[in-house]
């Protein structure tokens, strides 16, 4: 049911991740989903804020709900780990006390009784008319660890085995392996201050993906994405294998099967190219 | 010292303190000893004793039970009398013991030339008695030789072992002459007369005689008092001792239990140790 | 190592800081070491969260806020959504992160800890995360390792190239909000140490 | 050795431990020589020295008693008397002819099939190896 | 000349696949005596066991050889079918065709056919010789003897007096109760023990079918199930317990004073006691070991002089006090008996590195009951013996005497790490500056509400586990400094604590293998008495009659101590619920024409079910106890003369089995 929502970017949209706001965007005009962007809205504190103070790593998100209750819409997510500060943030809020203190932080009247979605959730409800099928495309479905973590508070999915982009890709006509490495961890923050461990960690994912015999990843995190994509050549370069294995965000692979251009979707913003793939496999 | 045992004689049959006296008196071959009774003090001027006297009298206290009796005992006797006590034959009180102490009592009895066989520790004296009658003598140990009659036939190949008793055997006439001489066989009815089971044919067969002696001796493992009557009054000088005496080794070395020298200790076959291996199993 | 004295009054306090603060009962943990098998960077720690959490039972402060294990956790929640236990152990992982930078220990892992810093100045600067500066002020300022920073540069090429850098800075109209919440936050937590319970 | 020599063995077990010890080899299907005549008794301290010497007699070339292990005797204390009566008689049959191998005792478990088994199997061929005994019964017409 | 019938089973192909059941049928047809040989599918099924009832009948057959299974799978089956002829159960022999023949020598049909054949014919011999055998009915006298009046005899003789049985339940102390009176609280639960405890002493003391008989233990035993003559030794109390008020007034003027067994030491009582207030009987006793005219009277012995006392005697208010009287051997007939004589805990000083006892503050599990308890030393204020402060850090060490090889105790006492969970809760709510430490090896809190209960002490008393054995204890001033390992940690740690509670395992009662002797049923080498069998016969002794209950087997909690009371209960009432007793009819008999009462058999006797026995003539003989029997055949194995034999498995009947090998 298309329907409108309170839009949360999320910082790494205006960078590192922009193909995955811009496909975003493209993929909901299509599906008539109204996206509606917060107005002046801030980061929410990512990993570093609830590392360094709880009461912060609170209040940075209350800050945009906040935001969103006034917009009196749900609030759709696209970034991972916005979407666990928003929802761990709404969480946390449950009891009043905090509410009051956070609500004094933030110098406004926060109800707390805003919705926050992830895309993917959203998506799961629509049905999505494929114009062009990716039925010969095999992909496995990275949710990474904060997605679907943990379950009290995010209430997204399955914790040990989530299938929500599982069914996504395979409503689209792709073939959606299971394997074992959905939610295991990409080494996230690490990125600039412990590299060698992230390349540790995305490393047993792209060597889980390539025996699971999958042609790409599908990632729904724009930190995963940057670490299983951008690091590729560096993981190559510390374990002595190459993986050459496209990292692609879901809603490109949604963007694809509406038909929409490489261009549009931005395919040459990768690391690591996906459109050869995706011709070899006839969907380009 | 038969003077000695006369006195006693007399004097235990005169205040009552017995019925009944048993020694020993001249054959009427007028060699060799047998067994007297004596009831009146002036039986007992029939007494001898020499080395002819061979008989274990114990045997005959059995017969007398519940009457007060005396007996002249010699060493393997008195070893006699222990057993009896301690498998309930006899009651101490009834029984008064002329302990005689004598130098010779074994091997004048042994008429095959094993001058070496004798037991660890000869007996000179009766190990109980009420009096003891004779000078109590030191006797040395022989035990270097211990057995060495019995390791003589352990020298031998199984084969031989074989050839070795099946001509002893061959030669038994089955007329238990052993059996009657014997203290310690006083079942009321011997397992080889028995019907049923019939453990034995009546017939005279080497396998058949074999299995009487070689049953009756197991029969005295742990009992056996060593006083050899059996291979002495054997008429076919069948060297019985050498059965006896391997058993006897035996129970000393493995529970170093000998027959009669108590009438207490449970001899070996009523008792057992958990913790004992004995090498089988 | 030596041996450690074990006393109620000093391991019942860090104990109970820790608690407070992580609002976990980490009492209930009863060692089965579940944590620690699925931590995706056990390895790379030099305790292992069990033995970061035995080490909290008994109280032994020092012994577990100079570890490297409490900067190397993620918070990826592996540990919290798999324990028997029902402890948030991720949570209480943070709690010693922020107990020892309040303690003033000097981080076992300097880059991480930096890291997180950095990314919020810029934060509280710009209201929101702006990668290219953040690089270049991790990298360039000199806060992180030589190495680090060498390996993080070379990256920057490509990224620009590829239009992964953003060149001019995000303008987000909360900006200000931003600052007041940092500022109020910093207000409380001194009201907090100086005494005044909330 | 003549044509093929076919030992016979007479085996006295224990209903509790061996003799379900027999039976679990059975369950188990562990083969073994089928030489052995097994006869079931309570407990090998039902076995009387006499039954064997006469199992000799007879012209077995072998027997084995198989009890429960020491201090597991069903009746606590069987086995024990029964391991002295045995360590008695053992030299003595050998003593009076009988190789000391000819004569076995063994502890046998109601578990032990396979232990069952083994022993039966060995002592058979260790039999088989002796040859049959020269038993006057062959010269003897018996009763 | 006997008429035998053989059937043969092929059992499907278990034994016709291998064995050629038509020649081993042909074969048999020639054995003697035999008239009849009938082969069948299946002889244990319905149809098959009804061939052999008919057979039986339409060929008048007095004797049955089935040639089939283990007769350990099927022998009651076939005595069934025999039966259901008209024929005595026990003329029946298997020959044992499928698990002794076909099963192992499926390798070659040849050799397992003629194998089978002798089996058979084995079979046959031994049937020959086979008689009916006749169950004997023997009377039962409807008392039972409980020994030990601790929770697990208490509620045994509540059970059968319930019954409607008389009860005689011995105590070896002047009052029932057993360990459970000493305790404070109990786990899970934390319910006060006394005052679950107490009304259950009550109720036996009142109970018109308990007579209750305290400072007494079993001195003798005759007979058997149904049928048990017992002495039992009643030590004089020197107190006439029929007029003793249990007013006290004796123990206020008593001038001795000497340490309390009830109260570990822990606290010291009279001479002339009574040992706590709830104890039942509640009457006072006179320790005459310490008591002054006992001394005198002693020392007058030995010639010395010393001031004779009788205060007691002179201030009691019923004069009760008798100091002239004597033990006393009190005999009774029973029916059946149970044994519940109990546990006391490990004594540590067997641990010099704990201490060996010389350190005050290092006490016993046991004695920290007693000092929490309100009723205790201290009236439940927790004190520590040395100083009389509070202790409030107080370290727990699991294991003491338990699974210690080194210490010959191999076993876990099971109740210890519940006990410790227990106790250190109980401080915290006594006092909540009290911090605990338990050393533990592993949690064992198997039972309903137990792990719960351990981890309550943890999450929510403060209480803090630390996995390993500690190595040593030293005083150090007025601390004690417990040296351990964390080994979860792995990393040495030391406690200086104010009290050290060594959770002392659990041990058989003194004078537990000394009772075994006397009923004759079997301890381990622990002293624990051994079940008949551990899984499915877990109250039972090997001897018929007498039952167990409660930590004499081993160690257990309350409420298992209390199921296994009642347990031994039913297995009592079961017994009684019957006039007679059918006896095994395969026992010993003893031919007394031929015995000459060497009484070899009564020597090796495991049943002691041989006695003398003076005949008309004088003669004595060996005679058979047929309710004690248990058909070993000891006896058989051991006479000499042939007189013993035994039913079932006679001298005949083997001889026949070998003599058929070499027909």
Redesign the interface.
């Known amino acids: 049911m298309p329907g409108a929502y309170a839009y949360y970017p999320g910082?790494?949209q205006?960078?590192?991740a922009?193909e995955y706001g811009e496909s975003t965007k493209l993929v909901c005009e299509e599906l008539g989903i109204e996206l509606h962007e917060i107005?002046?809205?801030?980061?929410c504190?990512?990993?570093?804020?609830?590392?360094?103070?709880?009461?912060?790593s609170v209040?940075?998100p209350t800050?945009?709900l906040q935001?969103a209750q006034e917009m009196d819409m749900p609030v759709a997510v696209i970034c991972a780990m916005c979407y666990s500060r928003l929802k761990y943030a709404s969480h946390e809020l449950r009891d009043p006390k905090t509410l009051a203190?956070v609500n004094?932080?933030?110098?406004k009247d926060f109800q707390n009784t805003t919705q926050v979605l992830h895309l993917l959730e959203i998506l799961d409800k629509e049905r999505i008319p494929v114009r062009k099928s990716l039925k010969r495309l095999k992909v496995v479905c990275y949710y990474g660890?904060?997605l679907a973590?943990?379950?009290k508070v995010t209430q997204f999915d399955d914790?040990?085995n989530p299938q929500i982009m599982d069914r996504l890709v395979s409503n689209l006509g792709a073939t959606s392996i299971d394997w074992g490495f959905k939610?295991?961890?990409c080494?996230?923050?690490?990125t600039?201050?412990?590299?060698d461990?992230v390349r540790?960690?995305s490393h047993?994912v792209l060597v889980a993906a390539k025996q699971a015999g999958a042609d790409c990843i599908v990632v729904a995190c724009p930190m995963c994405h940057?670490n299983l994509d951008?690091q590729q050549e560096?993981i190559a370069q510390q374990h002595g294998d190459q993986a050459d294995m496209p990292i692609i965000y879901f809603t490109q692979l949604v963007g694809l099967s509406l038909g929409l251009s490489t261009e549009q979707l931005m395919f040459?913003?990768?690391?690591v190219d996906p459109r050869p793939m995706l011709r070899e496999k006839g969907v380009i | 010292m038969i003077e000695e045992i006369q006195a006693k004689a007399r004097e235990l049959l005169e205040d009552g303190t017995v019925s009944c006296v048993i020694g020993y008196e001249r054959a009427s071959s007028g060699v060799g000893a047998r067994p007297c009774f004596a009831y009146e003090p002036s039986d007992v001027d029939k007494f001898i004793f020499d080395n002819t006297c061979h008989n274990d009298l114990a045997t005959y206290l059995r017969g007398l039970k519940g009457k007060k009796t005396a007996i002249v005992a010699k060493p393997y006797d008195s070893r006699a009398v222990n057993l009896l006590l301690n498998e309930k034959q006899i009651e101490r009180q009834d029984v008064y013991i002329i302990g005689v102490v004598c130098v010779d009592d074994y091997r004048h009895k042994t008429k095959h030339a094993r001058e070496n066989a004798s037991p660890d520790v000869e007996l000179a004296i009766p190990v109980i008695y009420d009096v003891l009658i004779g000078e109590a003598v030191e006797r040395k140990s022989r035990s270097e030789q211990a057995f060495s009659d019995v390791a003589e036939i352990e020298a031998k190949s199984t084969a031989e072992r074989q050839e070795f008793w099946e001509e002893q055997f061959s030669r038994c006439i089955r007329c238990y002459a052993c059996r009657q001489a014997c203290p310690g066989c006083y079942c009321t009815e011997c397992f080889v007369e028995q019907l049923d089971p019939l453990w034995t044919g009546i017939r005279i067969a080497p396998s058949e005689n074999q299995l009487w002696n070689v049953i009756r001796a197991f029969h005295l493992a742990g009992r056996c008092i060593g006083c050899n009557e059996c291979e002495r009054v054997c008429p076919m000088n069948i060297p019985l001792s050498l059965l006896n005496r391997k058993l006897e080794q035996q129970a000393l070395e493995m529970f170093d239990f000998r027959a009669g020298m108590d009438a207490e200790t449970a001899p070996h076959f009523a008792t057992f140790k958990k913790d004992e291996h004995l090498g089988i199993g | 190592m030596t041996t450690t004295t074990v006393t109620p009054s000093v391991s019942r306090e860090f104990l109970l800081e820790v608690q407070q603060q992580s609002q976990q009962n980490i009492l209930r943990c009863y060692q089965c070491g579940k944590c620690s098998a699925g931590c995706p960077l056990a390895y790379a720690m030099d305790l292992s969260p069990r033995r970061v959490m035995r080490a909290v039972q008994l109280g032994l402060a020092d012994y577990v806020l100079g570890c490297t294990s409490i900067w190397i956790c993620v918070s990826c929640e592996t540990c919290s959504v798999r324990c028997p236990r029902e402890i948030d152990i991720a949570r209480v992982m943070e709690s010693l992160r922020m107990i020892s930078i309040d303690k003033g220990f000097s981080p076992a892992e300097k880059e991480v800890e930096t890291f997180h810093r950095v990314f919020l100045d810029v934060i509280e600067k710009r209201g929101r995360a702006f990668e290219t500066e953040l690089v270049a002020s991790y990298s360039m300022g000199g806060l992180g390792t030589l190495k680090t920073s060498i390996a993080n540069i070379s990256l920057l090429p490509g990224m620009i190239s590829k239009g992964k850098m953003a060149l001019a800075p995000p303008n987000a109209s909360g900006v200000d909000e931003v600052k007041k919440i940092f500022a109020k936050v910093r207000e409380i937590e001194q009201r907090k140490t100086s005494g005044g319970s909330e | 050795m003549a044509v093929e020599f076919e030992p016979k063995i007479v085996g006295f077990l224990c209903n509790w431990c061996s003799y379900a010890g027999a039976d679990m080899a059975g369950t188990s299907r562990l083969c073994y020589p089928s030489n052995i005549r097994i006869i079931r008794v309570p407990c090998s301290g039902r076995v009387d020295p006499l039954i064997i010497i006469k199992s000799f007699q007879r012209g077995a070339d072998g027997v084995l008693i198989a009890g429960c292990h020491p201090g597991d005797c069903h009746y606590t204390e069987g086995n024990y008397y029964a391991r002295r009566r045995f360590a008695m008689l053992a030299p003595f049959l050998e003593y009076t002819g009988i190789e000391r191998e000819r004569f076995r005792v063994e502890w046998v478990s109601a578990a032990e099939g396979k232990r069952f088994s083994n022993v039966v199997t060995s002592f058979t061929d260790q039999i088989a190896k002796l040859g049959p005994r020269q038993a006057r019964i062959g010269k003897e017409e018996l009763v | 000349m006997a008429r035998i019938g053989v059937f043969l089973c092929y059992c499907g192909t278990n034994i016709g696949g291998v064995v050629n059941i038509p020649r081993v049928a042909e074969a048999a047809k020639a054995m003697p005596e035999v008239v009849f040989v009938q082969d069948n599918k299946y002889t244990c099924s319905e149809p098959g066991q009804l061939e052999i009832r008919n057979a039986i009948v339409d060929n008048s057959l007095d004797r049955v050889v089935i040639g089939c299974c283990s007769p350990r799978m099927h022998e009651k089956t076939y005595r069934k079918a025999v039966e259901s002829a008209g024929l005595n159960p026990y003329l029946l022999e298997i020959a044992n065709l499928r698990e002794h023949c076909s099963w192992v020598h499926g390798d070659d049909k040849e050799r397992a056919t003629s194998k089978a054949i002798e089996l058979v014919k084995m079979a046959v011999a031994k049937v020959s010789r086979h008689e009916s055998l006749f169950p004997k009915e023997v009377p039962v006298t409807k008392r039972a003897l409980v020994i030990g009046g601790g929770v697990a005899g208490i509620q045994a003789a509540l059970d059968i007096a319930n019954s409607g049985y008389e009860v005689v339940l011995v105590e070896k102390q002047p009052t029932i109760g057993g360990r459970m009176s000493q305790l404070d609280k109990t786990f899970p639960t934390l319910d006060c023990s006394a005052c679950i405890l107490t009304p259950k002493m009550v109720d036996v003391a009142q109970h018109p079918n308990i007579r209750l008989i305290t400072c007494a233990q079993v001195s003798k035993i005759k007979g058997f199930v149904g049928n048990f003559e017992i002495d039992i030794l009643r030590r004089a109390k020197k107190v006439d317990e029929t007029i003793c008020t249990g007013c006290g007034v004796c123990m206020t003027k008593c001038l001795v004073r000497t340490p309390s067994e009830f109260d570990l030491g822990m606290r010291d009582r009279s001479a002339i006691y009574i040992p706590f207030p709830q104890a039942i009987p509640l009457k006072a006793v006179i320790d005459t070991e310490h008591c002054g005219h006992f001394q005198y009277l002693k020392a007058r012995q030995e010639g010395k002089d010393v001031p004779d006392c009788n205060i007691c005697q002179q201030t009691c208010p019923a004069e009760a006090v008798r100091y002239e009287e004597e033990d006393e051997i009190i005999t009774e007939r029973f029916g059946a008996i149970v044994v519940a004589t109990g546990f006391k805990t490990f004594d540590h000083s067997a641990y010099g590195e704990f201490g060996s006892g010389r350190y005050p503050d290092v006490i016993s599990s046991l004695q920290l009951e007693r000092l929490m308890s309100a009723s205790g030393p201290t009236s439940g204020e927790i004190l520590r013996p040395s100083d009389k402060t509070h202790p409030k850090t107080v370290v727990f060490v699991s294991c003491v005497g338990s699974r210690d090889d080194n210490k010959g105790r191999s076993y876990c006492s099971k109740i210890c790490c519940m006990y410790m969970a227990k106790q250190s809760i109980m401080l915290k709510e006594h006092d909540p500056d009290v911090q605990s430490y338990i050393f533990y090896i592993d949690i064992r809190a198997g039972g309903k509400d137990f792990d719960e209960f351990a981890q309550r002490a943890q999450d929510e008393y403060g209480v803090l586990y630390l996995r390993g054995r500690i190595s040593k204890i030293v005083q150090d001033g007025k601390k004690l400094i417990v040296y351990g390992e964390d080994s979860l940690l792995g990393h040495p740690v030391q406690i200086p604590a104010d009290m050290v509670v060594l959770a002392t395992g659990v041990e058989p009662n003194d004078g537990a293998p000394e009772l075994a002797q006397i009923l004759n049923v079997s301890y381990d080498t622990h002293n624990f008495f051994v079940e008949a069998h551990p899984k499915l016969r877990p109250v039972e002794t090997q001897t018929d009659g007498i039952f167990l209950a409660g930590c004499a087997v081993g160690p257990r909690d309350i409420p298992e101590s209390v199921a296994h009371g009642s347990a031994a209960a039913v297995k009592v009432t079961a017994l009684f619920s019957r006039d007679t007793l059918t006896t095994d009819p395969m026992v010993s008999t003893i031919d007394q024409m031929r015995c000459v009462g060497c009484l070899a058999c009564a020597e090796v006797c495991p049943f002691n079910a041989i006695e003398p026995q003076v005949l008309r003539d004088g003669r004595v003989v060996a005679s058979v106890n047929e309710s004690l029997c248990k058909g070993c055949g000891l006896c058989v194995a051991t006479c000499r003369s042939g007189c013993a034999n035994l039913k079932g498995f006679t001298l005949q009947q083997l001889l026949a089995e070998v003599n058929s090998l070499w027909r």
């Open positions: 910082c790494t205006e960078s590192s922009k107005d002046g809205w801030t980061c504190g990512a990993s570093s804020a609830h590392t360094t103070n709880h009461l912060l209040a940075l800050r945009d935001a203190l004094e932080v933030i110098e660890c904060i973590r943990p379950k914790e040990e939610t295991e961890c080494g996230a923050s690490l600039l201050s412990r590299r461990l540790d960690l047993r940057s951008m560096g040459d913003r990768h690391f």
